[in-house]
């Protein structure tokens, strides 16, 4: 099946600063690649995804890049606020067989964002 | 709309006892999706099920977990003599169907098993 590793695991910035989270992901055949944020107390929410056949996808301060070659993709998020204090899951879609439709999750990245 | 909803939100169990936990996924999503989240941990695949098809338990702990979705909507996870070690938050998640990317999760159910 599918393997998703994520880095870094905890990620502090001072606000209006960038913020970078990496992943990779080990079956060339998985073609969809969200991102989602999770507060404190609550599930996850999707904030932006990215298909295979996309290199970049931007929504305000949000963007995720995709490298297919190198089977990466990344969510940068700039002009940090505090409010962008979570943890940020990314996570791929399988794509062939008994994982088609599954999400591989990434565990996680605890973005703390200071004042 | 209304979101995928959880009950109940918090389960406090002693050890040794069942437990079942309820799912309602959004109207008309055919995927469900049943995942685990230990503390500071990421999720965990746990089942899901899909239309009619049988569903896919690969991700299973134990044979004291199942789940069972009737008619094609509500979905309960049943976990049988709880231990310790199963508290967790347990998340549920749905789709509009197994090619539907976005998977949409609730509030999650927060167990804790003394």
């Known amino acids: 099946g599918e393997n998703v590793e994520q880095h870094p695991s905890t990620l502090s910035v001072q606000e209006g600063d960038s913020a970078v989270i990496k992943c990779t992901y080990s079956d060339s055949a998985s073609n969809y690649f969200p991102w989602y944020k999770q507060e404190l107390g609550k599930g996850p929410q999707l904030i932006i995804d990215?298909?295979?056949?996309?290199g970049e996808k931007k929504d305000q301060r949000i963007a995720v890049t995709l490298n297919k070659t190198a089977k990466h993709f990344s969510l940068h998020i700039t002009e940090t606020q505090p409010e962008d204090s979570a943890v940020y899951f990314c996570?791929?879609?399988?794509?062939?067989?008994?994982?088609?439709?599954?999400?591989?999750f990434g565990r996680g990245t605890q973005l703390t964002v200071w004042p | 709309g209304a979101g995928v909803s959880q009950s109940p939100s918090n389960k406090v169990t002693e050890k040794g006892k069942d437990v079942e936990l309820r799912c309602d996924p959004i109207s008309g999503h055919t995927a469900l999706y049943w995942y685990r989240q230990s503390l500071g941990q990421g999720l965990e695949f746990l089942i899901y099920f899909q239309g009619n098809s049988a569903p896919d338990k690969s991700g299973l702990p134990s044979d004291r977990f199942s789940a069972e979705r009737t008619g094609g909507s509500v979905s309960t996870l049943t976990i049988q003599r709880t231990q310790q070690e199963d508290s967790a938050v347990y998340l549920c998640?749905?789709?509009?169907?197994?090619?539907?990317?976005?998977?949409?999760f609730g509030p999650g159910t927060r167990l804790l098993v003394l």
């Open positions: 996570a791929a879609r399988g794509g062939r067989g008994s994982t088609l439709g599954r999400l591989y």
């Open positions: 998640a749905s789709s509009l169907d197994q090619g539907g990317e976005t998977q949409y």
């Open positions: 990215i298909r295979s056949n996309v």
